[in-house]
């Protein structure tokens, strides 16, 4: 059976940066994303690393973030958010993919399983 738990959210001021884990059991090595849903709006793909550990990114969070993994098989996946801003602000959600990519960008369409979710409040 495969499961997601993510971890690492929490509160922190414009500028600052915070990392969030999603442990993966079973991902069968493949692709893992992170999404993310502000209140108001819907879920949105931030990035993702596929099998082979490529890794891609969504515009607004270009430079800024930065996934990756503790192991080929993904069981560990790491994103790290850095300058974050008030409109980062939102639940993020990590996932595992119907196949293992390149490319993973591919929206929620393309994620089967999902965790819970862990809330990022970024504020003065």
């Known amino acids: 059976q495969v499961q997601l738990v993510e971890s690492g959210g929490g509160w922190v001021q414009p500028g600052g940066s915070l990392r969030l884990s999603c442990t993966v059991v079973?991902?069968?090595?493949?692709?893992v994303g992170w999404f993310r849903q502000a209140p108001g709006k819907e879920r949105e793909q931030v990035s993702c690393?596929?099998?082979?550990?490529?890794?891609?990114y969504e515009g607004p969070v270009k430079g800024r973030f930065t996934i990756s993994r503790e192991n080929a098989e993904n069981t560990e996946i790491t994103l790290t958010m850095e300058r974050l801003q008030p409109e980062d602000t939102a639940v993020y959600f990590c996932?595992?993919?119907?196949?293992?990519?390149?490319?993973?960008?591919?929206?929620?369409?393309?994620?089967?399983?999902w965790g819970q979710g862990t809330q990022v409040t970024v504020s003065s």
């Open positions: 690393i596929s099998r082979d550990g490529r890794t891609e």
């Open positions: 079973n991902p069968h090595r493949y692709a």
């Open positions: 996932a595992r993919g119907r196949g293992g990519g390149p490319p993973c960008l591919y929206g929620e369409r393309f994620y089967e399983f």
